[in-house]
């Protein structure tokens, strides 16, 4: 079982930063695919960001391209987002997920076994 917990979000201005942080419970965090997904109030659930477990891949949203940065570190056991150029239409909870071991780093939350609880970024114009 994995535990994951995240942290860093806030409320910012337009044009902001922010980065979100996930802690994950677990001796092999290094071999698990990691991902951002977030939920607008009233909307689904989107993709935002994944991270292969080798740390090679990433892939991006792409209305997020170039303003956010998923990263890991391994000997932490973390996975961050980091959050430039913020807009008002980044107001979410942003969840960090973790897929099963050497697993697919996919954009589909299915591929994901393990979620955190969600922290609110909430971006005023």
């Known amino acids: 079982q994995v535990q994951l917990v995240e942290s860093g979000g806030g409320s910012v201005q337009a044009g902001d930063s922010l980065r979100l942080s996930c802690v994950a419970s677990g001796r092999t965090f290094s071999s698990y695919p990691l991902g951002w997904f977030r939920q607008a109030p009233g909307k689904e659930r989107e993709f935002v960001a994944s991270?292969?477990?080798?740390?090679?891949?990433?892939n991006y949203l792409d209305s997020v391209k170039g303003r956010f940065t998923i990263s890991r570190d391994n000997a932490k056991n973390t996975v961050y987002l980091h959050m430039g150029s913020l807009k008002p239409e980044d107001t979410a909870i942003y969840y960090c997920a973790a897929g099963r071991a050497y697993g697919r780093a996919d954009s589909q939350a299915p591929y994901y076994a393990y979620w955190g609880q969600g922290t609110q970024v909430i971006v005023s114009s």
């Open positions: 991270i292969g477990w080798s740390a090679f891949r990433t």
